[in-house]
C-alpha cells in the first residue's frame, strides 16, 4: 500500500545517504557511541579499550567506534538506575502516565524507522527487509505490556476467614540489568526493557557491541519522549566485564539474559553468589524441525517460512531455527533431494541493502568470530561422516573476500555424536535425518539438552499437535514458522532457559508478590 512504498522510499534514501557517506568521507572517523546514563550520552572512563565493528557485508568499512566501559562506568549506570527507583521517580508514578511517556517513545522509534532500519542493516548485515520488519517490534511489545499494565492488578481475600483481609499486591521488581544479544537486537530489547519499565522498573540494559548503534538511537527515543532520568541506562562492553559487573552486582534485583547455555549458566552462578536476584534467561537452541509422513513434498519446500527455519533467516543467526531435520523414511530421498535444489537457489545477498528476492534470501554473518566459528563446525561435519549435500563454503563479493557470507548449506547422514547434530552452529547449516515412525521422530527430537521451540510440517494438523504435544520445547510452529508475538510467551524447557518473555506471564516475571493481612 501507499504508506508501506512510502516507509520503503525513506528506508532508501537513509541508506543511501549512510552508503554515500561511508563511501565518500571514508577517510574520516566512523561515528562513536558513548555510554547512556541518566539520560546523558558519557563517555566511558580515561583509557578504554577502543571497539571498531566492521560491516559484515564489507570488513574494509567501520559502521562505528565505542570505547568498552569500565567497572566504574557500569557502576555509574547500576548507581543511576538504583537512585530513580529508590526515589520513585517511575515506579511511583500513575500507570497512565508512565504509558502516556511510552506511547511518546513508540512514535520516536516510527518516527525514526527507516534510520534505524539502515543502521540495522549496516551493523548486522541482514537484509533490509527483514530490517525494515524487526523495528517495530519493539512498539509492539510495548503498546502490549501497556495495556497488561492497566490490568494487572493485585487482589483483595476475605474468603478463608471472614475476620481476616488479605491484600495481595504486585510490586515492581526493582532495578533490571538486561543483557541483550547481537542477532535480533531491536526485538530482544523490547522484550526486556517493554515489560520491565511497564512494570515501573528501572533498568540498565548492556546491548552487543556489534549492535550497539541501534540501541542508541533507541535510548534516545525514550529520553527525548520525557523518560525520567535513570529510568534507562545503557552500558557497552565485553561480556564477561560488562555483563558480569551487572550479574553480581549488590544492587541489581533482577537479571534477564539473552544468549548461550553456557553464558546463561555464568549469570545464574553470579546471580545467586552475590544478592541471590531473580533470573530470568533465554539460552541456546538446536532445535528439531519434523516432516511428517503426510506432508506435501512441494507445498512445504516450496513455502518461505519453511525455509527461513531451516536455518536460512538470518543466515541462520536465530536460536529457535529448526536446523535438525527429520524426514519420514519413505519421502527423504525425494523431500532432501527437493530441498537441496531449494538451497542452491536461495539468494546470498553480497549487498544486504537491496532486499532483492525478499524472502527467498539472506545476508551475512554479523561478525568475525562468529563466521570463524560456523567454518569450523561445518568442517568437523565433513570429518566425522556427514554427506555434505550443498554449500559449505565461504562466498565472496565483486570478486573480493571481504564480505561475511556463507553459503546455505546442508549435511545429510548426521548423526547424534557429531558436533553439527549437538551444537548450536547459529548459521546456515542443516543438518539432516530420517525416522521410521512417529515414536522415532519424537525421541531424535527430545534427545538432545536443548529444548527452545521446534517446528511441524504436514496435512494432518490433528496429527501434528498430538506431536507438538509430546515435544519438550517451549515454543511449537506447526505449518509455519516466525518470530513469537507479544502475545506468545517464549522460552525453553531444560538448558535453553529460565522463565518466559512476552504475553501477561512474562510480564510478571518482573513483579514481586507481597501478602499483607490485617
Known amino acids: 500500500n501507499a504508506e508501506y512504498m512510502g516507509y520503503q522510499r525513506r528506508v532508501f534514501f537513509f541508506f543511501f545517504f549512510f552508503f554515500f557517506w561511508s563511501t565518500f568521507f571514508g577517510g574520516m572517523s566512523a561515528p562513536r557511541i558513548l555510554n547512556f546514563i541518566n539520560n546523558q550520552d558519557v563517555a566511558p572512563a580515561a583509557g578504554a579499550v577502543t571497539f571498531q565493528h566492521r560491516n559484515p557485508a564489507n570488513q574494509s568499512e567501520v559502521v562505528y567506534e565505542l570505547g568498552f566501559s569500565s567497572l566504574a562506568d557500569v557502576d555509574a549506570a547500576i548507581a543511576a538506575a538504583r537512585t530513580a527507583f529508590d526515589a520513585g521517580v517511575w515506579s511511583n508514578m500513575a500507570t497512565k502516565d508512565r504509558n502516556a ?24 548485515g541482514r537484509v533490509m527487509p527483514l530490517c525494515g520488519l524487526e523495528v517495530p517490534q519493539i512498539t509492539e511489545s510495548l503498546e502490549y505490556n501497556m495495556a497488561l499494565a492497566l490490568t494487572t492488578n493485585g487482589e483483595c481475600n476475605t ?47 548492556k546491548p552487543s557491541e556489534f549492535t550497539a548503534s541501534t540501541a542508541i538511537m533507541i535510548a534516545h527515543c525514550f529520553r527525548d519522549a520525557g523518560l525520567p532520568a535513570g529510568v534507562l541506562n545503557m552500558v557497552f562492553g565485553g561480556g564477561p566485564e560488562v555483563g558480569g559487573r551487572i550479574s553480581s552486582s549488590m544492587h541489581i534485583d533482577m537479571v534477564s539474559f539473552t544468549g548461550s547455555t553456557a553464558t546463561a549458566k555464568l549469570v545464574m552462578q553470579s546471580a545467586a553468589q552475590s544478592n541471590m536476584k531473580k533470573v530470568a534467561l533465554e539460552a541456546g537452541g538446536k532445535s528439531a524441525n519434523i ?22 533467516l538470518h543466515s541462520g543467526q536465530v536460536c529457535a531455527v529448526g536446523s535438525r531435520l527429520f524426514v519420514h523414511e519413505s519421502i527423504k530421498d525425494e523431500f532432501f533431494a527437493k530441498l537441496t535444489q531449494a538451497f542452491r537457489n536461495f539468494h546470498v545477498l553480497t549487498h544486504p541493502a537491496s532486499g532483492e528476492g525478499f524472502p527467498f534470501c539472506t545476508g551475512a ?10 567454518m569450523e563446525l561445518i568442517e568437523s561435519g565433513k570429518s566425522q561422516g556427514a554427506t555434505l549435500a550443498c554449500g559449505g563454503e565461504r562466498l565472496v ?12 548449506t546442508i549435511f545429510t547422514n548426521v548423526t547424534p555424536e557429531m558436533r553439527i547434530y549437538k551444537e ?27 529444548g527452545l521451540a521446534a517446528m511441524i510440517w504436514g ?6 499437535l498430538n506431536v507438538a504435544k509430546r515435544l519438550q520445547a517451549g515454543f511449537v510452529a506447526i505449518n509455519g514458522f516466525g518470530a513469537p508475538g ?25 513483579f514481586e508478590t507481597k501478602t499483607i493481612s490485617f
Open 291 to 312: 516432516i511428517m509422513p503426510d506432508a506435501n513434498i512441494d507445498a512445504v519446500v516450496g513455502n518461505p517460512f519453511f525455509l527461513l527455519s531451516c536455518a536460512l
Open 424 to 450: 548450536e552452529i547459529f548459521g546456515p547449516v542443516m543438518c539432516c535425518s530420517s525416522y521410521k515412525d512417529i515414536d522415532e521422530a519424537v525421541r531424535l527430537a527430545n534427545a538432545t539438552e536443548f
Open 159 to 205: 474468603t478463608w476467614n471472614p475476620a481476616q483481609t488479605t491484600l495481595i499486591l504486585n510490586e515492581p521488581v526493582g532495578v533490571v540489568g538486561c543483557i541483550i544479544p547481537w542477532n535480533y537486537p531491536i526485538m530482544l530489547l523490547g522484550q526486556k526493557i517493554a515489560p520491565a519499565l511497564c512494570a515501573g522498573c528501572t533498568v540498565v540494559a
Open 101 to 124: 511517556i511510552l506511547s511518546r517513545a513508540c512514535n520516536l522509534i516510527r518516527e525514526r524507522a527507516p534510520a534505524i532500519a539502515a543502521a540495522l542493516c549496516a551493523e548486522t
Open 459 to 464: 496435512t494432518d494438523v490433528g496429527q501434528a
Open 397 to 408: 563479493a565483486d570478486g573480493k573476500d571481504q564480505g561475511l557470507f556463507v553459503a546455505p
Open 365 to 374: 554473518i554479523t561478525f568475525r568470530g562468529q563466521f570463524d566459528k560456523i
Open 486 to 510: 507479544p502475545h506468545q510467551p517464549f522460552g525453553g524447557y531444560k538448558q535453553s532457559g529460565l522463565g518466559r518473555e512476552n504475553g501477561r506471564v512474562g510480564f510478571m516475571e518482573y
